[in-house]
């Protein structure tokens, strides 16, 4: 009985070893294969030489040409506004502003008037004298010539002084008088007013600011990259013309939902590139912001717009989508056997989305623009839209290579 014990658990794993010998002596061969390969499917594009206009994005904030802040010359209360004097008002160049009490300035001028009467009447009676004088020394026979005394020239240059000096209190007077009244210097808008009816004003009290609306100027930053194709007016030392072109700007402001649109050149740049973004600065001009035209609503001071600034044209460049750029100046063609090529090009701009090369690329070449971060020379790929077979791919290599070896001289 003890000896069953012992034996039965070795005869149930000899069994059990047998039976899996068995299973693995008898069981299918497994094969090996090779999983197919998988071909990238790429989007591409057919480039074509075309002409570029090359436009260059920049924005800013627009700014008054000319901004002034009124002062009085003379002191007073003031005793009339215009109707048109309050912050947003519109004035053309001589409309009074506003005005002081003339009074006092008006007795001003009637004393200086009688100041100058009577150096009139001064100096004619000193040429009286100094007549009566020369008659005066020829009745008395005596010899010689009179002296400046005898003939009174001291008291009579001294009456003609007195009547210059009459005369320049007597403009001066007019000067104040004519100060009372606050004259527009150009036409414009009222940025800020701080005086009304009643208040008393004294010279250095600032009665409002306002800036001109003939038009206005906003600064644009440009990048090195831009200034290559973007021709502005400079200023040479020992020159009186500006040299170079006035090109047209684009400037754009959204408000709201809605977009709008002015039209602008270029009037000059400013002498130095800023130190902290290392950009030129160019100065666009928009004239007559405040015009009506349609339903824009005008240009006003302060807001921010973007602005496309015009360049020059680029003869014979290809046009390719950003996302077909490699490595900053590669792109992948795709050939006639459906294999990518990495080619070097030049990249003449880029602008959004879109980069313009000059030279490395021919009419008709086919640019991958999907992005395949490993993709290397000779690598088979699809092209999403086409199911070209193998023979037939065979075939198009065969006829395009074919073609190239006849065209050899």
């Given at each position: 009985?003890?000896?069953?014990?012992?034996?039965?658990?070795?005869?149930?794993?000899?069994?059990?070893?047998?039976a899996a010998a068995l299973l693995m002596a008898t069981g299918p061969k497994t094969e090996r294969r090779q999983p197919p390969p998988v071909v990238p499917v790429v989007d591409v594009t057919a480039v074509k030489a075309t002409d570029y206009q090359?436009?260059?994005?920049?924005?800013?904030?627009?700014?008054?040409?000319?901004?002034?802040?009124?002062?009085?010359?003379?002191?007073?209360?003031?005793?009339?506004?215009?109707?048109?004097?309050?912050?947003?008002?519109?004035?053309?160049?001589?409309?009074?502003?506003?005005?002081?009490?003339?009074?006092?300035?008006?007795?001003?001028?009637?004393?200086?008037?009688?100041?100058?009467?009577?150096?009139?009447?001064?100096?004619?009676?000193?040429?009286?004298?100094?007549?009566?004088?020369?008659?005066?020394?020829?009745?008395?026979?005596?010899?010689?010539?009179?002296?400046?005394?005898?003939?009174?020239?001291?008291?009579?240059?001294?009456?003609?002084?007195?009547?210059?000096?009459a005369q320049a209190r007597l403009e001066q007077a007019a000067t104040d008088l004519e100060r009372t009244r606050i004259v527009a210097p150009y036409a414009g808008r009222v940025l800020e007013k701080n005086v009304d009816v009643g208040q008393y004003v004294s010279p250095g009290s600032?009665?409002?600011?306002?800036?001109?609306?003939?038009?206005?100027?906003?600064?644009?930053?440009?990048?090195?990259e831009q200034l290559e194709y973007v021709r502005l007016p400079e200023r040479y030392r020992g020159e009186q013309e500006?040299?170079?072109?006035?090109?047209?700007?684009?400037?754009?402001?959204?408000?709201?939902?809605?977009?709008?649109?002015?039209?602008?050149?270029?009037?000059?740049?400013?002498?130095?590139?800023?130190?902290r973004s290392r950009q030129l600065f160019a100065v666009a001009q928009v004239d007559d912001p405040y015009a009506r035209y349609e339903d824009r609503p005008p240009l006003k001071v302060g807001q921010f717009v973007e602005a496309e600034i015009v360049g020059e044209t680029l003869f014979d460049v290809f046009v390719v989508p950003r996302a077909a750029l490699r490595a900053s100046d590669q792109v992948l063609i795709v050939d006639d056997e459906d294999r990518l090529q990495r080619r070097q090009v030049e990249v003449l701009w880029s602008e959004g989305e879109q980069v313009v090369i000059g030279a490395g690329l021919h009419d008709g070449d086919r640019i991958s623009s999907t992005n395949l971060p490993y993709a290397i020379g000779g690598t088979p790929v699809r092209i999403r839209g086409e199911e070209r077979e193998p023979a037939e791919r065979q075939a198009r290599a065969a006829q395009s290579r074919a073609a190239a070896a006849g065209n050899k001289p």
């Open positions: 009985m003890r000896v069953v014990r012992v034996l039965l658990p070795v005869l149930v794993l000899a069994v059990g070893l047998g090359v436009r260059a994005h920049t924005r800013g904030t627009v700014s008054p040409r000319t901004e002034s802040t009124l002062i009085p010359e003379v002191s007073g209360r003031v005793i009339e506004i215009a109707p048109n004097f309050r912050q947003g008002g519109f004035f053309e160049a001589g409309d009074v502003l506003l005005k002081i009490d003339p009074r006092d300035y008006e007795n001003a001028v009637t004393v200086a008037r009688s100041e100058l009467a009577r150096a009139r009447i001064d100096v004619e009676e000193e040429q009286a004298r100094s007549e009566q004088a020369v008659r005066d020394w020829k009745r008395l026979g005596e010899a010689g010539e009179p002296s400046d005394l005898v003939l009174r020239i001291p008291q009579l240059a001294s009456a003609k002084a007195g009547v210059a000096a600032v009665l409002a600011s306002v800036y001109a609306v003939d038009y206005v100027e906003i600064r644009l930053p440009l990048t090195n500006v040299q170079g072109e006035n090109p047209e700007v684009i400037v754009t402001a959204r408000i709201g939902q809605r977009e709008f649109s002015w039209k602008g050149r270029i009037l000059r740049t400013e002498g130095a590139i800023d130190t």
